[in-house]
């Protein structure tokens, strides 16, 4: 079964443009939850969506947004990028269900340089 | 709120001995699930170990042994017989709740493993 993917996997951007990163989850699940990793802050939560709705959401300004396709692939998009979006984003999928705790497995993340 | 602590920002082990990585947490709902994940340098985080509040035993997976102190709210991730393989950045992380509805984890600083041969 494959794995979870994300592309591109290195990306190199100006302040003030905007990009956007896809993650492809491991066939059937339904939940993709999205990180981003820094040096200074470590693995923050970003979002979640299940089933095309975006479930959880963590504290990060309204440039970062995502969405979730009808086959479970997700974009995240990050608008007017600032240097500070200089970052590993990690995407995760899980099956989610009830009754059970799925532990969530990753992509190999996109590493994302703002300049 | 919730709160994961790894106090350990570096740990040198020896190959072939037991090493073990501190990990606790805080929070207020009595469902949780706990997890351990390694993060090569490659930048991939790959799940280790899982433990449930409700376990009552704790969790083994290979060489990963989970000690699960409830009481304490301690989650130290132990490595019998390290490997050089296993040099790596290590991650604890837990979820609120049990059924699934959210998949949002909350991580620790993480702690940086060296295996010397």
């Known amino acids: 079964k494959a794995g979870v993917t994300q592309t591109p996997r290195y990306l190199i951007k100006t302040r003030g443009q905007q990009v956007t990163l896809s993650c492809s989850p491991i066939s059937g699940h339904r939940s993709v939850s999205w990180y981003q990793q820094t040096p200074g802050q470590g693995l923050q939560f970003l979002f979640e969506?299940?089933?095309?709705?975006?479930?959880n959401k963590g504290n990060f300004p309204g440039r970062f947004s995502g969405r979730q396709f009808s086959n479970s692939r997700s974009e995240m998009n990050v608008s007017t990028l600032e240097l500070g979006d200089s970052a590993l984003y990690l995407c995760?999928?899980?099956?989610?269900?009830?009754?059970?705790?799925?532990?969530?497995?990753f992509g190999p993340g996109t590493r994302l340089t703002v300049t | 709120a919730q709160k994961i602590t790894q106090t350990q920002p570096g740990m040198f082990v020896q190959e072939k001995e037991a090493v073990t990585l501190d990990c606790t947490y805080d929070t207020s709902d009595p469902s949780y699930g706990l997890f351990w994940y390694k993060q090569p340098s490659s930048g991939e985080m790959i799940f280790l170990i899982y433990?449930?509040?409700?376990?009552?035993q704790n969790a083994t997976e290979g060489r990963y042994s989970l000690n699960f102190q409830k009481a304490r709210k301690s989650a130290n991730l132990v490595i019998s017989a390290s490997q050089l393989g296993d040099s790596a950045m290590y991650f604890c992380?837990?979820?609120?709740?049990?059924?699934?509805?959210?998949?949002?984890?909350?991580f620790g600083q993480g702690t940086t493993l060296q295996v010397k041969p």
């Open positions: 969506y299940f089933s095309e709705t975006q479930r």
């Open positions: 995760a999928s899980s099956i989610q269900g009830q009754g059970f705790v799925y532990e969530q497995y």
């Open positions: 433990q449930g509040s409700y376990d009552q």
């Open positions: 992380a837990m979820r609120e709740g049990l059924t699934g509805n959210t998949g949002k984890l909350i």
